[in-house]
């Protein structure tokens, strides 16, 4: 069965500092792996995906998330963290059966 | 391009009380549809999911149900609302067949039980 394991319920950054969200993955196939955000009272959106072509995937909003088979990982990172960046980011993999599983999910706290 | 539509946006509802949610996707056909909820601090959890109309997969036994009467609707339902019945509740879809798709998130609705 796969599962995620996310590393750290909250993170706090300072403002123009790297962020780097853990995410590690346990899975018996290939995997296909996300990463979303969610603001608050608002839905989850797709940050970006990992199907297996390139190992480093950029996303949306300068995140960016290296696939490690080695390491079972895909972290999450960003060179320089804004304040609109404050929000909840979960890993997910794919589960089979056209579902998802996902991570408990980290906090991400912008410090100005 | 594609959208997806949950309403309401918030809803508060008494113990007891039934429930009806509704999801609706547009843009595209023959989605995969799926209904998450998530209660304070528990993360998502998938409670139900669909492949094609009147065909629902249920993830965890409880006090919802679930009925996909078009393609594209989804909704959630209850006949007797519990307290533990509250949380955030999220609508996605994704485009049916492969294991690569993404799945695609509704704003959600905001249940409180009184």
């Known amino acids: 069965a796969q599962s995620v394991t996310q590393l750290g319920s909250h993170v706090s950054v300072s403002e123009g500092a790297l962020v780097l969200l853990r995410c590690n993955y346990s899975?018996?196939?290939?995997?296909?792996l996300f990463w979303y955000v969610q603001y608050p009272n608002q839905g989850l959106q797709l940050l970006l995906k990992?199907?297996?072509?390139?190992?480093l995937v950029k996303g949306i909003n300068g995140f960016e998330a290296e696939f490690k088979k080695s390491e079972t990982s895909f972290h999450l990172t960003k060179p320089s963290a804004h304040m609109r960046d404050a929000a909840e980011y979960f890993c997910?993999?794919?589960?089979?059966?056209?579902?998802?599983?996902f991570g408990a999910g980290t906090i991400l706290r912008v410090k100005s | 391009s594609q959208t997806i539509h949950q309403w309401p946006a918030t809803l508060v509802q008494p113990v007891g009380s039934p429930l009806s949610l509704e999801c609706t996707v547009e843009?595209?056909?023959?989605?995969?549809l799926y209904w998450y909820r998530q209660a304070a601090g528990r993360g998502l959890q998938l409670l139900f999911y669909s492949v094609g109309i009147g065909q629902i997969s249920s993830e965890v036994p409880q006090n919802l149900s679930a009925s996909r009467p078009q393609d594209r609707q989804f909704i959630l339902s209850s006949k007797k609302l519990l307290l533990s019945d509250s949380g955030f509740y999220l609508c996605?879809?994704?485009?049916?067949?492969?294991?690569?798709?993404?799945?695609?998130f509704g704003d959600g609705t905001r249940l409180s039980i009184l």
């Open positions: 996605a879809w994704s485009v049916r067949g492969g294991v690569r798709q993404p799945q695609h």
């Open positions: 997910a993999v794919s589960g089979g059966g056209n579902k998802l599983v």
């Open positions: 843009g595209t056909s023959n989605p995969n």
């Open positions: 899975s018996s196939v290939p995997p296909y």
């Open positions: 990992y199907t297996s072509a390139a190992t």
